[in-house]
């Protein structure tokens, strides 16, 4: 078999931003962070839902800041480059 037929198979650090809670698994993606855990050194994947922090698995309720979004993208870009109008608001 090629070496190069597939992706680096590695132990990669995943951090939950929202809780900051962090582990350990094997995972194929690129990442140009890297962070030391547990006296190793590994690469980093930062993520903003985890089982830690999900309220399917925690039970508890979480607003997430989601709202507003499309306003500022289209207060900042306007209609450049859109095929529909822009809702007034």
């Known amino acids: 078999m090629k070496a190069e037929g597939h992706p680096e198979y590695r132990e990669v650090v995943f951090h939950d931003l929202s809780c900051d809670f ?3 698994t094997r995972s194929t993606i690129a990442t140009r962070e ?3 855990f547990n006296g190793q050194e590994y690469p980093l994947v930062k993520i903003e839902v985890s089982a830690e922090s999900h309220p399917f698995y925690t039970g508890k309720h979480k607003i997430v800041d989601t709202a507003g979004r ?3 993208f289209r207060q ?4 450049v480059g859109s095929k529909t109008a822009v809702a007034a608001g």
């Open 34 to 36: 890297k962070i030391e």
């Open 76 to 79: 900042k870009f306007g209609s």
């Open 70 to 72: 499309v306003e500022k």
């Open 22 to 24: 962090k582990f350990i």
